[in-house]
Nanobody, 126 residues
């Protein structure tokens, strides 16, 4: 059984920083790609960032240069460091993974992911 639990969300002012964490209860964590998505009120859930099993990373254009995704295989953790936050970053942030192991590509569509956390709210005030 796969369980993902996000934490670290909160309220921050424009220009501030937050670090999101995702704790994964998965036996084969190190061989899986992990991703962060976000969903703003009234909008579809969208890709934010992903880290492959070999630590290669991919970012959405809207967060590139401001957000950093990383993983700690020893702790089964994925992190999203968010800097220079903007009001448009306000959303519920979700951690996700699937059952593909040692993948060389990054899945950008939410339909490609099978397992999701409950989400953590990030609110950026102007």
């Amino acid at each position: 059984q796969v369980q993902l639990v996000e934490s670290g969300g909160g309220l921050v002012q424009t220009g501030g920083s937050l670090r999101l964490s995702c704790a994964a209860s998965i036996r084969t964590f190190s061989s899986r790609g992990m991703a962060w998505f976000r969903q703003a009120p009234g909008k579809e859930r969208r890709f934010v960032a992903a880290v492959k099993w070999n630590t290669g990373t991919t970012y959405a254009d809207s967060v590139s240069g401001r957000f950093t995704i990383s993983r700690d295989n020893a702790k089964n953790m994925v992190y999203l460091q968010m800097n220079s936050l903007k009001p448009e970053d306000t959303a519920v942030y979700y951690c996700a993974t699937n059952d593909v192991h040692f993948s060389s590509d990054v899945k950008l569509s939410e339909s490609e992911y099978k397992y999701w956390g409950q989400g953590t709210q990030v609110t950026v005030s102007s």
